[in-house]
């Protein structure tokens, strides 16, 4: 199995101990299952890894986008994790969880005036400002207001990661922040250092995501300090925070590594650390950002089957109830994924198939070249594996279909639901 939080039993899956054929019973299909015991213990390998190996101060920030729900961010208050939030949506959904929007850093390349004030009302606790305009606008805001806002400038230290195009940021050409080789991010940190009602506390980089690619976030480091130095050296500023953003893989298939998170960060912690020696300047307060290594792998997707249709001498397709809507990463980035039959786990797979969705959209596909048993047919359970990240915050309604429940797993035989399904009427509730 992929992940050690899935196991067969009598021929059926279990996800977090727990049989899911009677989950997708019990809660109906297509069905979002989330194992909260392994998104703590995700929690927890980043925040101890942090205090090892960087010491007070330093901590990981959930970024929320892999997947916003009011349960989700009660868990990140209760784990102490921090969070990265990316529009005034994730706010209101982390303050209805009573998160403590000042231990929040506000992302995003084009923050509306509107998210700066709505923010700013609930005392956000920074900005990760990624252009001039966006300093303009905060300190205008802050100047209202009387206050002095904390700011870190997103840079672009010009690696590129090696993931799919798509989600790759941290290059010169990217649409975020600003390129040091450029010299773009020295101007805009000497503007930001102008401004009466913005206090600049440092800088953020985040090179990509889904990325295995060795010493990636090392010379992302080492880059963004080499520009912290200059900026002490030629300007007499001192960063005290230096946010390294997220991106490290998980595992969606055979073929992709386990990554080793309290090592990896060590590597960073040492990479920084010799750096900062090397330059001469104190160690910042370092962050990272990881939001598919929190959730990625505590998440199923449980559909299921229709029609099943053999194409002699072509291919054959398994239709399920669910689709691009819930799982739109194969359409975006044919990304990978391992499809199980959850019911019929002791018969051997060896029916080559397409998994598709019911959407009128040849796109509409989950994952190709996937086998399944030769009796798969309508009723079977189809088990989606690691679908806890950029699923369910990238859903959508499509074909007006209602988006899946989240039911949370936890204890070995606890279940509850922490998002609802949404009914036909839901579909509706914005038509006049
Ligand atoms: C600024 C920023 N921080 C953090 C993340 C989270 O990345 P990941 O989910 O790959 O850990 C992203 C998304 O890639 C991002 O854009
Ligand atoms: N949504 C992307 C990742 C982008 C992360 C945000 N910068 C994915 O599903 O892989």
Same mark, same amino acid.
């Given at each position: 199995?992929?992940?050690?939080? =899935?196991?067969?039993?009598?021929?059926?899956?279990?996800?977090?101990? &727990?049989?899911?054929? @009677?989950?997708?019973?019990?809660?109906?299909?297509?069905? #979002?299952?989330?194992?909260?015991?392994?998104?703590?213990?995700?929690?927890?390998?980043?925040?101890?890894?942090? *205090?090892?190996?960087?010491?007070?101060?330093?901590?990981?920030?959930?970024?929320?986008?892999?997947?916003?729900?009011?349960?989700? #961010?009660?868990?990140?208050?209760?784990?102490?994790?921090?969070?990265?939030?990316?529009?005034?949506?994730?706010?209101?959904?982390?303050?209805?969880?009573?998160?403590?929007?000042?231990?929040? #850093?506000?992302?995003?390349? !084009?923050?509306?005036?509107?998210?700066?004030?709505?923010?700013?009302? $609930?005392?956000?606790?920074?900005?990760?400002?990624?252009?001039?305009?966006?300093?303009? %606008?905060?300190?205008?805001?802050?100047? *209202?207001?009387?206050?002095?806002?904390?700011?870190?400038?997103?840079?672009?230290?010009?690696?590129?990661? $090696?993931?799919?195009? %798509?989600?790759?940021?941290?290059?010169?050409?990217?649409?975020?922040?600003?390129?040091?080789?450029?010299?773009?991010?020295?101007?805009?940190?000497?503007?930001?250092? *102008?401004?009466?009602?913005?206090?600049?506390?440092?800088? $953020?980089?985040?090179?990509?995501?889904?990325?295995?690619?060795?010493?990636?976030?090392?010379?992302?480091?080492?880059?963004?300090?080499?520009?912290?130095?200059?900026?002490?050296?030629?300007?007499?500023? &001192?960063?005290?925070?230096?946010? =390294?953003?997220?991106?490290?893989?998980?595992?969606?298939?055979?073929?992709?590594?386990?990554?080793?998170?309290?090592?990896?960060?060590?590597?960073?912690? %040492?990479?920084?650390?010799?750096?900062? %020696?090397?330059?001469?300047?104190?160690?910042? @307060?370092?962050?990272?950002?990881?939001?598919?290594?929190?959730?990625?792998?505590?998440?199923?997707?449980? #559909?299921?089957?229709?029609?099943?249709?053999?194409?002699?001498?072509?291919?054959?397709?398994?239709?399920?109830?669910?689709?691009?809507?819930? !799982?739109?990463?194969?359409?975006?980035?044919?990304?990978?994924?391992?499809?199980?039959?959850?019911?019929?786990?002791? &018969?051997?797979?060896?029916?080559?198939?397409?998994?598709?969705?019911?959407?009128?959209?040849?796109?509409?596909?989950?994952?190709? $070249?996937?086998?399944?048993?030769?009796?798969?047919?309508?009723?079977?359970? =189809?088990?989606?594996?690691?679908?806890?990240?950029?699923?369910?915050?990238?859903?959508? !309604?499509? !074909?007006?279909?209602?988006?899946?429940?989240?039911?949370?797993?936890?204890?070995?035989?606890?279940?509850?639901?922490?998002?609802?399904?949404?009914?036909?009427?839901?579909?509706?509730?914005?038509?006049?």
């Amino acid at each position: 199995m992929i992940c050690d939080n =899935l196991t067969v039993s009598n021929g059926r899956l279990l996800f977090a101990g &727990q049989d899911t054929v @009677e989950l997708a019973r019990q809660y109906g299909t297509p069905l #979002y299952l989330m194992d909260e015991d392994r998104i703590r213990a995700n929690c927890r390998v980043y925040t101890e890894a942090f *205090r090892r190996h960087f010491g007070p101060g330093a901590r990981p920030l959930y970024a929320s986008k892999a997947n916003s729900f009011q349960r989700i #961010y009660e868990i990140m208050r209760e784990e102490g994790m921090g969070i990265d939030v990316v529009s005034s949506g994730e706010i209101y959904t982390a303050l209805r969880a009573g998160y403590d929007l000042g231990q929040a #850093y506000f992302h995003s390349n !084009n923050k509306t005036d509107e998210d700066i004030r709505y923010s700013m009302d $609930h005392g956000i606790g920074y900005f990760v400002a990624d252009n001039v305009e966006e300093i303009k %606008a905060i300190e205008a805001e802050a100047a *209202r207001r009387g206050i002095k806002q904390r700011v870190l400038l997103r840079l672009t230290p010009g690696i590129d990661p $090696h993931t799919y195009e %798509a989600i790759a940021t941290g290059k010169v050409d990217s649409k975020f922040g600003s390129a040091i080789e450029t010299g773009q991010a020295e101007e805009i940190t000497l503007f930001t250092l *102008r401004q009466p009602h913005v206090e600049l506390v440092g800088f $953020h980089c985040h090179v990509g995501s889904q990325v295995f690619a060795e010493d990636v976030f090392e010379r992302a480091a080492v880059i963004m300090l080499e520009f912290a130095a200059h900026m002490e050296k030629a300007h007499g500023y &001192q960063t005290r925070q230096l946010d =390294l953003g997220g991106g490290y893989g998980v595992r969606y298939v055979e073929y992709d590594p386990v990554l080793n998170v309290d090592a990896k960060v060590a590597q960073v912690a %040492a990479a920084a650390k010799g750096a900062c %020696a090397r330059l001469g300047i104190a160690l910042p @307060e370092i962050h990272m950002e990881p939001g598919r290594s929190i959730v990625g792998d505590a998440g199923l997707t449980l #559909y299921t089957v229709g029609t099943v249709k053999e194409i002699p001498g072509y291919k054959n397709y398994v239709s399920v109830d669910g689709g691009m809507p819930d !799982n739109p990463r194969f359409a975006l980035y044919g990304a990978s994924y391992t499809c199980l039959l959850a019911n019929k786990l002791d &018969q051997p797979a060896e029916f080559p198939c397409s998994v598709v969705g019911r959407c009128c959209e040849s796109g509409d596909i989950i994952q190709e $070249h996937v086998l399944l048993p030769r009796s798969v047919g309508r009723g079977d359970i =189809l088990a989606v594996c690691t679908t806890g990240a950029y699923n369910y915050s990238m859903a959508s !309604n499509y !074909n007006r279909l209602p988006r899946p429940p989240i039911v949370m797993l936890r204890g070995g035989n606890e279940s509850y639901v922490a998002v609802r399904r949404e009914s036909l009427e839901d579909l509706c509730r914005n038509d006049l």
